[in-house]
């Protein structure tokens, strides 16, 4: 089992700067590759970006290619979302979550993911 709360959520200006971070309880976190999701009002959620469980392989979402970067330690079981250049269309609640059995084909996919926190609202105003 693997319990996620993410953090660092608020409000920012269009073209400022945040970093989510995604805290991992229970001592397999090492284990997971991780992901980040995110859902703004009245749409699906989608991918955002993955890192597997080294931190060797990075995978971004085409929307935020070039303005996020994922990262993790596992000394201290946290991942995080630098995200720059902040747009109005990234106003969403992001989601990290965790699985131990994921491919290249299902990076993106919502249901290869086990684990999900209870997400953290970001807002940008434009």
């Known amino acids: 089992q693997v319990q996620l709360v993410e953090s660092g959520g608020g409000l920012v200006q269009a073209g400022g700067s945040l970093r989510l971070s995604c805290a991992a309880s229970?001592?397999?976190?090492?284990?997971?590759?991780m992901g980040w999701f995110r859902q703004a009002p009245e749409k699906e959620r989608e991918f955002v970006a993955h890192?597997?469980?080294?931190?060797?392989?990075?995978y971004y979402a085409d929307s935020v290619k070039g303005r996020s970067t994922i990262s993790r330690d596992n000394a201290k079981n946290t991942v995080y979302l630098q995200m720059n250049s902040l747009k109005p269309e990234d106003t969403a609640v992001y989601y990290c979550?965790?699985?131990?059995?994921?491919?290249?084909?299902?990076?993106?996919?919502?249901?290869?993911?086990?684990?999900w926190g209870q997400g953290t609202q970001v807002t940008v105003s434009s």
């Open positions: 979550a965790a699985t131990h059995q994921i491919t290249i084909a299902t990076i993106t996919k919502q249901d290869k993911y086990d684990y």
């Open positions: 229970g001592r397999t976190f090492s284990r997971y590759d």
């Open positions: 890192i597997s469980w080294s931190g060797s392989i990075t």
